[in-house]
């Protein structure tokens, strides 16, 4: 169960990718217009990296438990 996380932070992030996306190619929102360069898309950007980014942590974190569970399992063993 646990495995299943990181796919989910990286669907999450490209969700977030593909709004920012559709927001610079339909600029629904040009209230929030800054220079040009819409905040959704920004922040688009900025959360899907965020996510891929705890996607990465989590599925390092996972193999890191794995790991040292079979290395002490290991080690009591002998």
């Known amino acids: 169960m646990l495995a299943i996380w990181p796919v989910l932070w990286?669907?999450?992030g490209a969700l977030c990718e593909d709004v920012g996306r559709a927001n610079?190619?339909?600029r629904f929102l040009p209230l929030i217009d800054f220079a040009g360069?819409?905040?959704l898309i920004v922040w688009g950007h900025f959360l899907g990296l965020f996510?891929?980014?705890v996607?990465?942590?989590h599925a390092l974190t996972l193999v890191v438990l794995?790991?040292?569970?079979?290395?002490?399992?290991?080690?009591?063993?002998?």
């Open 10 to 12: 990286m669907v999450l």
């Open 24 to 26: 610079n190619a339909v």
């Open 37 to 39: 360069v819409s905040l």
């Open 51 to 53: 996510f891929f980014a």
């Open 55 to 57: 996607s990465v942590l």
């Open 66 to 78: 794995m790991w040292t569970e079979k290395r002490g399992s290991r080690c009591s063993n002998s």
